[in-house]
């Protein structure tokens, strides 16, 4: 059986997981980029409020493992509120809590080190706050942000795998289901493989 | 004309500018000399009200500025730029535009599209800029981005503009042009504030040169001064300039 034979054959099971891969991605990445934005810029203007407490926390969730925070929010967490959550919204919360805080550490540096001189030659050139914002900070912050910004998030993307081990079936899972019951580890391994170059490769094209 | 009275201001408390007074009249042109680390950078952004006094007042035309500002205004207002400009020594050309996008930008705040092309074809020749016009500024040398530094400031017109050490980024050839360009503002009653080390220039350019060390403005006059100084340290500044060009 060639890869190309299990895509074929198992091309269901792997679109339902493929599917429950990109709803997942679709939160982290949207609500992660977004939040994470507006924290960075909320960190600049109420650096006490927003700033503080958000670099402590950004400080504190570099030193833990994305699997430890996974299996945390799953296990601990609820039995201690004496919850149930649906697997699946709680790696969405985490990975979403990773991203939000990647972003933000990504856009605040940019913002915190943005040249002031351009913002002088925009003074003295007459240029509205408006004009300086969206016609000169705006289009360099992006330039500056971008391609950190992709990769952080074809990171994300690999690491909704973690789903998998609180039982989100989403596509890496869907693999290993498919493997237990032909067990052809090589063949669909490489297959995964497949869909996520096919996915990744022009997101780093693109941030290169 | 552009008055500043009593400005003080103090960084880590080091007094940079110690009760200056001056004024610049309408189509004169000022040259401010001194040792580097005299204040005078700090004093022509004191000036182009980019860095607030710690106190005293500057006049320009009908607008009164008081400083320190009151606690609750973080900039002053009525906004003096584009009619007051500034060029500074870096340059401060906007990366992600060409050189031509970077002067005609901002120069659509106060012109047609059509006046303002017409304004730019004028400055690309003047400053001999055909050549490098449409590349961004990574592209370009030191002395081509200053150039269009210069342009991108006179497009707009300003009745006051502050140049800090503006030449010294370009060669003999090309300072000796840009400071010929500044002879034919002073003509279109542009008034002119300049940080420089030709003093050969000053001495035959300017209506008022003033020197000024350690914060304060030791001597101030026209060409005379750098003739015949009566200020020691003027003289010693003098001595070395001339010994090293």
């Known amino acids: ?208 | 004309m552009l008055i500043a009275n009593n400005i003080s201001k103090t960084y880590e408390n080091e007094k940079i500018i110690d009760k200056v007074s001056l004024s610049i009249k309408a189509g004169e042109m000022t040259v401010l000399i001194g040792p580097s680390g005299g204040g005078k950078s700090t004093l022509l952004r004191i000036l182009s009200m980019l860095t607030p006094p710690d106190e005293g007042e500057i006049i320009l035309n009908d607008n009164k500025y008081k400083f320190p500002l009151p606690k609750n205004i973080n900039e002053i207002s009525p906004r003096p730029w584009p009619e007051l400009t500034a060029v500074f020594q870096q340059l401060f050309l906007w990366p992600h535009m060409t050189l031509r996008e970077n002067i005609i930008f901002p120069a659509l705040n106060i012109l047609n599209e059509e006046e303002a092309k017409k304004e730019l074809d004028e400055l690309i020749e003047l400053f001999d800029m055909a050549s490098f016009i449409d590349k961004y500024p990574n592209e370009t040398s030191g002395g081509q981005r200053q150039r269009a530094a210069i342009a991108r400031a006179l497009i707009l017109q300003p009745s006051y503009i502050m140049l800090d050490e503006v030449t010294s980024a370009l060669d003999i050839e090309q300072a000796a042009k840009v400071l010929d360009i500044l002879k034919k503002l002073k003509k279109k009653n542009i008034s002119i504030l300049l940080i420089t080390h030709h003093v050969n220039f000053a001495k035959d350019v300017a209506n008022q040169i003033i020197f000024l060390d350690k914060g304060k403005i030791i001597e101030s006059g026209g060409a005379e001064i750098l003739i015949e100084p009566k200020n020691k340290r003027l003289k010693q500044f003098l001595s070395i300039i001339e010994s090293t060009s």
């Not at chain 1, 190309?4 to 609500?31: E, K, P, R």
């Not at chain 1, 913002?119 to 912050?141: C, D, E, N, R, Y």
């Not at chain 1, 950190?148 to 990171?155: N, R, S």
Request: glycine share 6%; with cysteine; charged share 10%.
């Open chain 1, 1 to 208: 059986m060639s890869v190309l034979d299990i895509i074929i054959d198992y091309h269901m099971a792997f679109l339902n997981g493929l599917l429950v891969t990109v709803q997942l991605c679709a939160i982290i990445w949207s609500v992660g980029i977004i939040i994470g934005t507006l924290t960075a810029i909320g960190s600049i203007k109420y650096h006490k409020i927003i700033g503080i407490p958000a670099r402590i926390f950004s400080f504190i969730l570099s030193g833990i493992p994305i699997l430890v925070f996974l299996y945390w929010l799953h296990y601990p967490a609820q039995s201690i509120f004496d919850l149930v959550i649906d697997p699946f919204y709680t790696a969405a919360l985490t990975l979403t809590i990773v991203n939000i805080f990647g972003v933000y550490d990504l856009v605040r540096e940019a913002l915190e080190n943005f040249p002031k001189q351009y913002l002088t030659a925009a003074k003295v050139t007459g240029l509205s706050k408006k004009q300086t914002i969206f016609k000169v900070q705006l289009p360099l912050i992006i330039r500056q942000v971008l391609p950190g910004l992709l990769l952080l998030q074809v990171i994300m993307l690999h690491t909704t795998l973690f789903a998998s081990l609180i039982s989100v079936e989403e596509i890496f899972r869907a693999a290993q289901r498919i493997n237990a019951h032909i067990y052809k580890p090589v063949e669909i391994y490489t297959a995964l493989g497949i869909f996520f170059l096919i996915i990744c490769l022009p997101i780093n094209g693109f941030a290169m």
